[in-house]
Structure formats: structure tokens, C-alpha cells
């Protein structure tokens, strides 16, 4: 029989302009820098810092692992939105960090729910190299957009611990985790029907050892691969973008001028210059008639009749077209690689750390699209686009404003000579797989409001707690409340979109300990007319 209480569906009605509402970084509050590390390791100057285009590179001593990033962003993410647990209806992890073969870092997550009783959350951990993040987006995007969404928001976390055995890898690594509030209205809207896939088999990078955090690279198949996923997937992009214009009745290719920004899965900030070329080189070879004699293409005529095939290991093409995208990568490009520069390759939240630095740095128009082509190892990878209006006021100027402080939360952190930091290292390759242990690590090291963690047990079971105080001051100082402290108001910004009047905020207690809340910094989710 039908319930005698008629249920509410019309949420199921607003259902368009489907992307990222809101999104929360979490790096390490520790780095090493690259000229220095240069050094240290003896290698010629100018070797990570111009070769590879790296400047720092951050770090997680032993106290720190891919649940604890995940808890800190996720957590950072719902406080500084004053969200209200029970409005999360779904939670997509992608992360490549495996540390156990069956238990999922989002049941682990689940933790920061119990409080609030909310057990309804759909989502699992996503796993192929770098593009879990992206397919973890992309999941969410679709449980939005689909019959079983509930209302309510999703919530994406891509996280990852990128480590390296001693020797020429190890200055490409980094850490970090991005969250992404996903929704109806966004200010950061994903372009129905406009992405490319391209997956293929291959051994370019992989971790077969479970024991080690290690993973096994070829480094020049990887780069290949790298190089013909971008290809692959520009060219399915692009032959949709021409085909939904020939519905609407425009008839002429698409090109990189349509793109705003450009934002890139970043290994290494070099390998992101030469791709933004390589796009050039696939806009050139699709050009009927290019100019050759001036403007763009000047000079590129010996390199019409090349194959992209034939030209992966070609220095000679690489060079020709880095040299002639020099403009476009300043201008699109460019501006997102803050954090990749300053903290590294994060795997799977790469390119969304490339996005976070574009967007604290805004100089969007309406309109505006921005393409993002992320994870490329195993090999995966796919490329998408995105809109957005950044007028005063709007969601999107609101998000902007959220991430200003990005280039001042990499400022705050501590440097560590390459010694300790070698010596850090270490020691989590020794111990990262122990149990019955406790990690190395001072809570110090730390900024404030970080999950850590305190021990593993003899079964394998971790225990975690909040740090209170760390790098950059005390919890005050980051605008932390202590438990106990006035309830912030809900955020009328922000909503739950099923149950509109819930909205205060419920923080949960792992192993008992006191746990310090942000100040929440307003991120508006509004319909733009």
C-alpha cells in the first residue's frame, strides 16, 4: 500500500548544471627543496629545478598515511562549508595508496559519519593509478544526473602518498588529498557529453610488490604512454565538441583557442609544457591549410606530413612545437602548476590540485570553458571540460575566494634539509608495513586540525587521532574552534539540497579525542540564472 505520508521527489527535478560545488586541498606541512636536494644527491645543477621543472617537493613522515590525508580533507571540506553530515549521500574515494587489500579507505572515512548516524552513503574506493580521482568525479557526476540520486550531495576524495626508492624518480613524488563537494547548480559545471576516454594495456607503471610503497616505473614507455592518452583522448573530445556545433549549426574545427585554461595530470611540471606542444602539434596536423609563413605556425611546415605515432620519442618535433605553444601554455597553463611546483605529483588529485591553483588565481570571464586531462599510468586517461561565471557575488567567485589562501598555507610549511629528509624516508620504508607498532613522527610537524596517525595494533588495525597544534601557530590561529566552543550557525549558503533545514555541522570523535573546528569560510551554492 502507498505510505500515508506522500514523498517529496521534486529534488529529482533539479538536476542540471551537475559539477563541483565546493573544493578543500589538505598538502603536507613539510618539504624538501629541489635545488637543495640537487645537491645532495650530486646530481648537475639545474637537473630537478629546470629538467623536471620541480621547485619543493612535500612529504609524509610515518605518522601520516592515505586514511589520515583523506580524513583531514574531507573533514576540512564539511567544517569550512558548515555542512551537516547527514547531507552527504554519497562518497567516492580514488586513490592508488593501498594499504590493505580488502578494507576501503572510505569505510575508514565513515568514521567522521557516526555522530551524525548518517550510514546511508553510497560510493567505494576507485583504483588505477592516477585516474581514480576522475573516475571517482565521474561516478559521482552520474549518481547526481541519475534515477537513484536522494538529493543529496557526493563527495569526491582523491588522495595519494607518492614515494620513490633512492635514485632518479624520487624528485617526482609528492603527497596530498582534494575533496570536491559535487552537486546540481554548480558554479564549476561539467560539460555533458563532452569527454574522451582512452585505456589501454600496459606494464609502464604498476606496484606488484604489496609489501613495499614502491612502485615499478619504465619511464620513457610511461611518458609514451602519457603522450598518446593525450592524443587520444583530444581527438574524441574534440570530435564531439564538433559534432554537438554541427547540431546547433556552426561548422569549423575546434581548436585550443577554445579553450580559457588548459589543466593537466601533472607528474612533473616539464612534462606538462611539452604536452600543451603536443596538443598544438594534433590542432596542426587537423588544420587543412595552416599558415606556416607566420603567426602560430610559422616555420612548422618540414613537420607536416609527420604521424603523431612516430613521434613520441622525437625530440626534434618536441622541441619545434614546445617552442611555438610557448604563449599558450603562459597564458593557459601555466597558472595551475602552483602546487605541482611547490609540492609535487599527488597521483590521483593532480590535476585537481592543478585546478584548486587555477582558481587562486581567478581571471575567469562567463562562460569560459576549462579542460582538464588527468591520469595517464596503466594505461588510463580522459579528458573534460568544465564552464563556469565568476561575477562578483556568484558561486563560482565564492569558490575562488575559498582557495586564496593556498599560496600562503605553502608558505607556512617547514623546510627539511635533504638529510632528514632521506632519513625520513627511511624510516617509512622500514616501518610503514609493521604492526604492533607506533609511527614515527611529532605532531609538530603538523598543521593544525591534521588526522595522524598513532598506532597500528597487532591485528593490523589503525588508530587515529586530531593534532591541536603544529606548523603555522595554534589551532586559533588557523581559525580552529575548540570542542565546546559556540555551535557555528548553518551555512544558508549551502544547504542540504533534500532536507533544507539541516545544516548544523556534527563533529564526530575518533579514539576520544578533542577535535578543533575551522572557521568555516562561506562557499555559496546558488542557480545562476
Known amino acids: 500500500s502507498p505510505p500515508e505520508t506522500p514523498i517529496n ?11 563541483i560545488l565546493a573544493l578543500e586541498v589538505y598538502f603536507p606541512a613539510q618539504y624538501v627543496d629541489q635545488e637543495e636536494l640537487e645537491r645532495f644527491d650530486g646530481v648537475e645543477a639545474g637537473k630537478y629545478t629546470r629538467g623536471l621543472g620541480q621547485k619543493q617537493m612535500g612529504f609524509c613522515a610515518a605518522h601520516e598515511d592515505i586514511n589520515s590525508l583523506c580524513l583531514t580533507v574531507v573533514q576540512r571540506l564539511v567544517e569550512r562549508g558548515r555542512l551537516s553530515w547527514d547531507s552527504i549521500g554519497r562518497l567516492e574515494v580514488g586513490t592508488e595508496t593501498v594499504i590493505d587489500k580488502s578494507k576501503a579507505v572510505k569505510t575508514v572515512l565513515m568514521q ?6 548518517n550510514t546511508d552513503v553510497e560510493g567505494i574506493d576507485t583504483t588505477n593509478a592516477c585516474y581514480g580521482g576522475t573516475a571517482s568525479l565521474f561516478n559521482a557526476a552520474a549518481w547526481v544526473e541519475s534515477s537513484a540520486w536522494d538529493g543529496r550531495y557526493a563527495v569526491v576524495v582523491c588522495g595519494d ?10 624528485p617526482t613524488g609528492g603527497a596530498g588529498a582534494i575533496a570536491m563537494l559535487v552537486g546540481p547548480n554548480a558554479p564549476l559545471v561539467l560539460e555533458r557529453g563532452l569527454r574522451g576516454t582512452h585505456m589501454e594495456h600496459a606494464y609502464d607503471f604498476y606496484k606488484p610488490n604489496l609489501s613495499s610503497e614502491y612502485p615499478v616505473v619504465d619511464g620513457q614507455l610511461s611518458i609514451q604512454c602519457y603522450l598518446r592518452a593525450l592524443d587520444r583522448c583530444y581527438a574524441v573530445y574534440r570530435r564531439k565538441a564538433q559534432t554537438q556545433w554541427q547540431q546547433a549549426g556552426i561548422q569549423r574545427p575546434f581548436t585550443l583557442d577554445d579553450f580559457k585554461y588548459i589543466i593537466f595530470h601533472s607528474p612533473f611540471c616539464k612534462l606538462v609544457q611539452k604536452s600543451v606542444g603536443r596538443l598544438l602539434l594534433n590542432d596542426f596536423l587537423a588544420c587543412p591549410n595552416p599558415d606556416t609563413a607566420s603567426g602560430l605556425y610559422k616555420g612548422l611546415q618540414s613537420f607536416r606530413d609527420v604521424k603523431l605515432e612516430d613521434t613520441y620519442t622525437s625530440k626534434e618535433v618536441e622541441k619545434a612545437f614546445q617552442a611555438a605553444s610557448q604563449d599558450i601554455f603562459n597564458q593557459k597553463t601555466k597558472p595551475s602548476l602552483l602546487l605541482s611546483s611547490r609540492n609535487g605529483n599527488m597521483y590521483t588529485p593532480s590535476m585537481y590540485g592543478c585546478l584548486a591553483s587555477l582558481l587562486s588565481h581567478p581571471r575567469w570571464a562567463p562562460g569560459d570553458r576549462g579542460a582538464g586531462e588527468g591520469g595517464q599510468r596503466g594505461a588510463v586517461s580522459a579528458a573534460l571540460s568544465h564552464t563556469g561565471c565568476p561575477l562578483p557575488g556568484s558561486p563560482l567567485d565564492k569558490l575562488v575566494s575559498s582557495l586564496a589562501d593556498l599560496p600562503a598555507r605553502l608558505d607556512a610549511r617547514k623546510r627539511v634539509a635533504p638529510q632528514d629528509f632521506a632519513e625520513i624516508m627511511k624510516r617509512r620504508e622500514e616501518t610503514h608495513h609493521l604492526a604492533d607498532h607506533a609511527p614515527h613522527g611529532s605532531q609538530a610537524d603538523l598543521f593544525p586540525g591534521t588526522w595522524y596517525l598513532t598506532r597500528v595494533d597487532s591485528k593490523y588495525r589503525r ?5 591541536h597544534g603544529g606548523v ?22 549551502l544547504p542540504s539540497p533534500a532536507r533544507p533545514g539541516i545544516g548544523v555541522p556534527q563533529t564526530p570523535q575518533l579514539r576520544g579525542e578533542a577535535v578543533p573546528r575551522p572557521r568555516p569560510t562561506p562557499i555559496a551554492v546558488e542557480q545562476w540564472p
Open 463 to 467: 588508530e587515529y587521532a586530531r593534532n
Open 472 to 493: 603555522g601557530g595554534s589551532p586559533q590561529s588557523w581559525g580552529c574552534r575548540w570542542q565546546g566552543a559556540a555551535q557555528p550557525m548553518a551555512n544558508p549558503d
Open 112 to 117: 567522521l559519519f557516526h555522530d551524525s548516524g
Open 161 to 170: 602518498i607518492a614515494v620513490y626508492a633512492t635514485g632518479n624518480a624520487r
Open 9 to 19: 521527489t521534486s529534488y529529482k527535478k533539479k538536476k542540471h548544471d551537475v559539477g
